[in-house]
């Protein structure tokens, strides 16, 4: 895939994984759509030439704008990343629920309802990249955050189904499992806190701008998935031979992290 001239929009894209996109994409010649609550970090971070579209995915008219507004400015949207979304520490049985679907309604129905505007227009041009964002966490549950963990799973079990849906429309669909990225995302969550050992853990840990030059290098050879960096694959294959063992490991992980 070439990206000279194409149309992307990025959701999430003030900071973080979604900034470093921009920067990624923006190098390649990518006609770009930037979505994110902050209108200020937008204008920071649009270059000449980039629609900064300040809204709330999480809203149904803020969605409709932010497409309709890039559908005016560049009459096509070529590719779409899904990156904005957010976490959840506390423990499922005891979380509140409206925060569950906070949490939901960004990391899964706001995807979704992303997905379900973008899909027409890339089915009549016959061609589009859909890329949604997950975890590590979406390929093996982590118990200091399950629910999250849940979210993710769902995101990429969305994105499986949709590539057997749109592939013969001439639409590719791609999930991103990145491992622990140097970001904001531990400061921003809905509830809780992560245990003090995870919060200092270099395991799979890796820049956003490393986490960039993946999802891209993905998308040039239309990849199915991308677990970024690449050595998560150790830990997901493990998971699948020794499930009872990794069990065992995570749970000491997370109540170690209880007692500290």
């Known amino acids: 895939m070439e990206f000279a001239g194409k149309v992307v929009m990025i959701t999430g894209a003030s900071q973080g994984i979604g900034a ?7 190098k390649r010649g990518a006609r770009l759509a930037l979505v ?17 579209l300040p809204g709330d995915v999480t809203i149904a008219e803020d969605r409709h704008r932010v497409v309709q507004a890039t559908l005016d400015r560049y009459g096509r949207i070529d590719v779409l ?29 706001a995807p979704l ?10 089915r009549v041009q016959r061609s589009g990249t859909i890329v949604n964002i997950a975890s590590i966490a979406g390929k093996v549950t982590l118990p200091w955050l399950t629910l999250y ?9 969305l994105t499986d189904g949709l590539r057997m849906e749109l592939r013969r ?16 995302f531990q400061d921003h969550v809905l509830h809780g806190q992560p245990p003090e050992h995870v919060r200092r853990t270099k395991a799979f ?7 960039a030059a993946d999802i891209v290098k993905g998308m ?9 960096p690449f050595s998560g694959w150790a830990f997901v294959i493990l998971e699948r031979l020794l499930p009872g063992w990794v069990d065992r490991r995570l749970e000491n992980m997370y109540f170690r992290g209880l007692k500290s």
């Open 81 to 109: 990343i899904n990156n904005a979304g957010v976490g959840l520490y506390a423990p499922a049985w005891q979380a509140p629920l409206d925060e569950v679907r906070r949490m939901y309604e960004l990391n899964f129905f």
């Open 36 to 52: 994110a609550r902050s209108a200020d970090k937008l204008r920071q971070l649009a270059g000449e030439g980039d629609l900064a």
């Open 20 to 26: 470093a996109c921009v920067q990624e994409l923006r």
């Open 205 to 211: 840990k890796i820049t956003p701008e490393r986490c």
């Open 220 to 228: 040039e050879r239309q990849a199915r998935t991308v677990v970024t």
């Open 113 to 122: 309802g992303m997905v379900q505007l973008v899909t027409p227009g890339m």
């Open 149 to 157: 963990s849940a979210s993710k799973y769902a995101l990429g079990s």
């Open 169 to 184: 429309d001439g639409i590719h669909t791609m999930t991103v499992f990145p491992g622990y990225v140097s970001t904001s």
